[in-house]
């Protein structure tokens, strides 16, 4: 078993910047692809972005070159650097990981095994 936990959401002005982290416990966490899904009020649940066991990235075309995710495998955790948020990110934000994903699974939240608890995401205009 692998628990998530995510931190770092706040209430922050447009322009702004945050850094959200996701720290697994239960087991090593190098081996696992980890994405940042977010769901903005009354929306559905969207891909933010994603980092396999061998470092390659992805992001969804809405973030690209605001967000970056990037992993510290000796502290287990993923973190997900976002600059010049804007209103339309406010969500809340949940990591979720899977052992090994394939690139073609990585988009899908229904693809991935373990979840965190998810953290609010705020942007005032």
């Known amino acids: 078993q692998v628990q998530l936990v995510e931190s770092g959401g706040g209430l922050v002005q447009a322009g702004d910047a945050l850094k959200l982290s996701c720290t697994a416990s239960?087991?090593?966490?190098?081996?696992?692809?980890v994405c940042w899904f977010r769901q903005p009020p009354g929306k559905e649940r969207e891909f933010v972005a994603a980092?396999?066991?061998?470092?390659?990235?992805y992001y969804a075309d809405s973030v690209k070159g605001r967000f970056t995710i990037y992993r510290d495998n000796a502290k287990n955790t993923v973190y997900l650097q976002m600059n010049s948020l804007n209103v339309e990110d406010t969500a809340i934000y949940y990591c979720?990981?899977?052992?090994?994903?394939?690139?073609?699974?990585?988009?899908?939240?229904?693809?991935?095994?373990?979840w965190g608890q998810g953290t609010q995401v705020t942007v005032s205009s």
């Open positions: 979720a990981a899977k052992r090994g994903i394939i690139i073609s699974s990585l988009f899908s939240g229904r693809n991935y095994d373990y």
């Open positions: 239960g087991r090593t966490f190098s081996p696992y692809g």
């Open positions: 980092i396999r066991e061998t470092s390659n990235r």
